[in-house]
């Protein structure tokens, strides 16, 4: 089992950043890669991000793209968001993920961590 704990949410105004982090734990850490994800009130999860755990390469949806990072330590077994230029629409839990063997795997979920952009 893995375990992912994540944390940085909070209440953000228009043009602000915030930095997510997602902290794994349990058996041995190989993922094929972690993803963000978010769900806002009266829709459906949909993607965010995605870091190749061994290549680094990374993926966006196109409404964050030039705006969120997507980044990894290995050795602490962390994936990290940073949103800056935030905006309203971007007001959702964020979830992040571990994929085992091909990004359809998305095995492990983590609690999720409240952002709200608001003035």
């Known amino acids: 089992q893995v375990q992912l704990v994540e944390s940085g949410g909070g209440l953000v105004q228009p043009g602000?950043?915030?930095?997510?982090?997602?902290?794994?734990?349990?058996?041995?850490?190989?993922?094929?890669?972690?993803?963000?994800?978010?769900?806002?009130?009266r829709k459906e999860r949909e993607f965010v991000s995605r870091i190749n755990w061994s290549s680094g390469t990374t993926y966006y949806t196109d409404s964050v793209k030039g705006r969120f990072t997507i980044s990894r330590d290995n050795a602490k077994n962390t994936v990290y968001l940073q949103m800056n230029s935030l905006k309203p629409e971007d007001t959702a839990v964020y979830y992040c993920s571990a994929a085992?063997?091909?990004?359809?795997?998305?095995?492990?979920?983590?609690?999720?961590?409240?952002?709200?952009?608001?003035?």
Not at 24 to 32: L, W
Not at 100 to 119: E, I, L, P
């Open 16 to 41: 602000g950043s915030l930095r997510l982090s997602c902290a794994a734990s349990g058996r041995t850490f190989n993922p094929y890669a972690m993803g963000w994800f978010r769900q806002a009130p």
């Open 100 to 119: 085992y063997y091909s990004v359809n795997n998305y095995a492990y979920w983590g609690q999720g961590t409240q952002v709200t952009v608001s003035s």
